[in-house]
């Protein structure tokens, strides 16, 4: 939950080098983060207490329309995933490395859904990708803010002098 309310912070910082590329994989990531709220509770309440009374209803099939929101969360993942990890890579973001992750991530989770012979697969990409998208957050964070100069029209004739131009009272040596 944290993620989804501290991810718009970190997309409005971001916004102007990630592009719309960067817009509509945030798009995606965030429809994901919303719908994985709506289903946890299931997978955190709903799910143990049908494990205790009937087994055979918790490890059967998914329901039809569960089946269909899972499959929309897997989907608003991947392509959010991959969308968001391009673009954080191509705008030069201090931690580029945080684009992979969410990139390979989000991979990992989707296929991990279809590859049932290695159990943890879906579990490490999302590891992953939140590592990313927590590492994006440190990366914006930690960031120096950008300030356009502009120069002066006197400021050559200042440090041609061997004045500062922070101050004319400074004389550089």
């Known amino acids: 939950m944290a993620a989804s309310l501290g991810l718009p912070g970190v997309y409005l910082e971001i916004a102007k080098r990630v592009g719309k590329l960067g817009f509509v994989g945030f798009i995606f990531i965030f429809l994901f983060l919303l ?17 205790a009374k009937a087994p055979e209803l918790a490890h059967g099939d998914l329901p039809p329309g569960l089946f269909i929101f899972m499959m929309f969360t897997n989907l608003f993942i991947l392509v959010g995933g991959i969308l968001k990890g391009i673009a954080i890579w191509r705008s030069r973001i ?14 990992l989770s989707f296929v991990g859904n279809f590859v049932p012979a290695i159990p943890f697969l879906t579990d490490l990409g999302f590891i992953l990708f939140f590592i990313g998208i927590m590492g994006l957050a440190v990366a914006v964070w930690s960031e120096q803010p950008v300030t356009e100069f502009q120069s002066a029209p006197n400021q050559r004739k ?8 922070i101050s004319p009272h400074v004389r550089i040596n």
């Open 35 to 51: 719908t994985l709220i709506g289903f946890e509770p299931v997978v955190a309440f709903v799910l143990p207490f049908l494990n």
């Open 94 to 107: 201090t931690f580029r490395q945080t684009g992979w992750a969410i990139l390979i991530g989000s991979v």
């Open 158 to 165: 200042c440090l041609s002098n061997g004045y500062s131009r």
